[in-house]
Nanobody, 123 residues
Framework: QVQLVEYGGGLVQSGGSLILSCVASGQTLERYAVGWFRQAPGKEREGISAIDSFDGDTHYAAAVKDRFTISRDSAKKTVYLQMNNLKPEDSAVYFC????????????????WGQGTNVTVAS
């Protein structure tokens, strides 16, 4: 079993930056692909970034590419999402999820989910 907790959400001005952390307990995240998702009010959940377990290959949705960076620190059992040049449309609850395969994350599914952290970008 893996328990995930997200940290780092908050209120930021447009153009600002935040770093989200997805911290695991129970097991290390090394064996898992991890993805970041977000859901804005009234909208469906969308996958925005993923990192593979074996080769660290990363993936980004078009809406965040070149602005967001996903990374992992295995020793800290943490996956980060560095978010730069934030826009009001980035406002959402951000979730991380872990899965045994990257394909599961790419399908916007996960074996384990965090509770989410709220990000609000003021214009």
């Amino acid at each position: 079993q893996v328990q995930l907790v997200e940290y780092g959400g908050g209120l930021v001005q447009s153009g600002g930056s935040l770093i989200l952390s997805c911290v695991a307990s129970g097991q290390t995240l090394e064996r898992y692909a991890v993805g970041w998702f977000r859901q804005a009010p009234g909208k469906e959940r969308e996958g925005i970034s993923a990192i593979d377990s074996f080769d660290g290959d990363t993936h980004y949705a078009a809406a965040v590419k070149d602005r967001f960076t996903i990374s992992r620190d295995s020793a800290k059992k943490t996956v980060y999402l560095q978010m730069n040049n934030l826009k009001p449309e980035d406002s959402a609850v951000y979730f991380c999820a872990a899965a045994h395969t990257l394909a599961t994350i790419i399908r916007e599914q996960g074996d384990y989910w965090g509770q989410g952290t709220n990000v609000t970008v003021a214009s």
